[in-house]
């Protein structure tokens, strides 16, 4: 009796031994935990320059986002696939941008990836997040005052006008102005307007920056203009 209870032992373990065998083979091997790329990153194209830090756009213009992998040389033996959040919006190693879009992606942002997850073929995967700054330069109107070429009536004591007008697609955003007067600079932040005193008779010269607070800007040509110190006329 003894003898039979030990050859049913034998054999109980010896079909247990070959399921775990059996199920230990139908398990998928995993992923290499060491892959061919060592990093990756993000950049944003536009205007024939790559920028890899602020990722701005000038929404005025076309663009596209480009993802970097270390080594180089694999960019080709990998997949991408962009997100935004956890929604998956497109592949391909760039993700292009209309000027449309970017306009869009101001008011509804998930029609912009903020996350590229990259796959190797043996299964492992890389992902960055990063964030992209969507911004209409301002601009500046080329009709100023005084117009090119203008003569002034006046003399040291008068105050001439100088008005300019600015604008931006961007809401919301508070634009600073810089007015150069025969190569001196004068900061006067929201204002379209100023008057300045203190023109000799003769030629002089101006232009106006605008600057966003994105650090976009916008400049008129130079203006030449005359100051003549007669009675009546244009001041």
């Known amino acids: 009796m003894g003898k039979l209870l030990f050859a049913l032992f034998n054999a109980g373990a010896a079909i247990l031994m070959g399921a775990l065998l059996v199920a230990c083979l139908d398990i998928p091997d995993a992923p290499s935990t060491s892959s061919v790329i060592t990093g990756a990153s993000v950049v944003v194209e536009q205007f ?4 890899s830090t602020l990722r701005k756009i ?3 213009e076309s663009s596209a986002l480009i993802a970097k992998v270390r080594p180089s040389k694999y960019k080709d033996d990998v997949s991408y696939y962009w997100y935004n959040d956890q929604e998956l919006i497109d592949s391909g190693r760039t993700f292009p941008i ?3 879009n970017a306009l869009a992606g101001q008011t509804n942002p998930n029609r912009i990836p903020n996350k590229v997850v990259i796959h190797d073929q043996d299964g492992n995967s890389i992902e960055r997040e990063f964030t992209v700054v969507i911004n209409a330069p ?5 009709t100023t005052i005084p117009s090119d070429g203008d003569t002034l009536i006046g003399d040291r004591h008068t105050a001439f006008l ?6 931006d697609n961007d809401r919301n955003q508070l634009l600073e102005h810089v007015i150069t007067i025969d190569h001196t600079n004068y900061a006067v932040g929201e204002l379209n307007e100023i008057r300045q005193s203190g023109l000799a008779k003769g030629k002089h010269s101006f232009r106006v920056i605008v600057t966003d607070p994105l650090g976009d800007s916008d400049t008129t040509s130079i203006r030449t ?3 003549k110190e007669s009675s009546g006329g244009k001041q």
């Open 48 to 51: 024939g320059k790559q920028d």
């Open 58 to 60: 000038n929404s005025n």
């Open 98 to 100: 209309s000027s449309k």
């Open 138 to 142: 301002p601009m500046l109107s080329e």
């Open 162 to 167: 100088f008005k300019w007008s600015s604008s």
């Open 225 to 227: 203009f005359y100051v």
